[in-house]
């Protein structure tokens, strides 16, 4: 069994920051990719940014420049740093990663969702 547990949402001005988390714990041997979604509302889930294994990362378009993925591989930690926020990026966001486990077993798997609000 493998949990991602997500945190740091809540509500910012626009132009401010947020940082978010997401820690992955259980019968981990190793993860792939990790990732941040993000729905808002009426509107389909969509990818925000993701960062391999080894570092490589893929942002949306939206968020280029704005928002830094990065991972602690040691803590099996994920973070998603958003400057410069816009009330466009208001949505629940969720963690996401490929998880190879002890079993071993290849999983997907997501974390429950954080809401980030932005607005002034």
């Known amino acids: 069994q493998v949990q991602l547990v997500e945190s740091g949402g809540g509500l910012a001005q626009p132009g401010g920051s947020l940082r978010l988390s997401c820690a992955a714990s259980g019968s981990i041997f190793s993860i792939n990719t990790m990732g941040w979604y993000r729905q808002a509302p009426g509107k389909q889930r969509e990818l925000v940014a993701v960062i391999s294994s080894g570092g490589s990362t893929n942002y949306a378009n939206s968020v280029k420049g704005r928002f830094t993925i990065s991972r602690d591989n040691a803590k099996n930690t994920t973070y998603l740093q958003m400057n410069s926020l816009k009330p466009e990026d208001t949505a629940v966001y969720y963690c996401?990663?490929?998880?190879?486990?002890?079993?071993?077993?290849?999983?997907?798997?997501w974390g429950q969702g954080t809401l980030v609000s932005v607005s002034s």
């Open positions: 996401n990663a490929g998880v190879l486990t002890i079993q071993p077993t290849h999983l997907e798997v």
